[in-house]
């Protein structure tokens, strides 16, 4: 099994930054996928940002430009680098991760959620 930790939520001031950070960890044997999901109040959950193995990253079009997905492989750890946050960033955010574990059994893994809140 693969566990997935969020960190670096709160609260900031519309156009403050915050960094989240996701490490995963458990019987790891290759992960091929990370990412970064969000459900506001009210909305369903939707992707953020996206970083499959040997390929580019890939952002919605609602935080292009101000949102920066890193996959730091050797730590099995990715980071969502927010700046010019706006209200309607408000959301819990998932990291998400596709990965084989050590019995090569291919999975899909959430993580519990960190609250971003921008309010002033």
């Known amino acids: 099994q693969v566990q997935l930790v969020e960190s670096g939520g709160g609260l900031v001031q519309p156009g403050g930054s915050l960094r989240l950070s996701c490490a995963a960890s458990?019987?790891?044997?290759?992960?091929?996928?990370m990412g970064w999901f969000r459900q506001g109040p009210g909305n369903q959950r939707e992707l953020v940002a996206n970083?499959?193995?040997?390929?580019?990253?890939m952002y919605a079009e609602s935080v292009k430009g101000r949102f920066t997905i890193s996959w730091d492989n050797a730590k099995n750890t990715v980071h969502l680098q927010m700046n010019n946050l706006e209200p309607e960033d408000t959301a819990v955010y998932y990291c998400?991760?596709?990965?084989?574990?050590?019995?090569?059994?291919?999975?899909?893994?959430w993580g519990q959620g960190t609250q971003v809140t921008v309010s002033s």
């Open positions: 458990g019987s790891i044997f290759r992960i091929y996928n």
């Open positions: 998400n991760a596709g990965a084989f574990t050590s019995d090569q059994k291919l999975g899909n893994y």
């Open positions: 970083w499959l193995s040997s390929d580019s990253p």
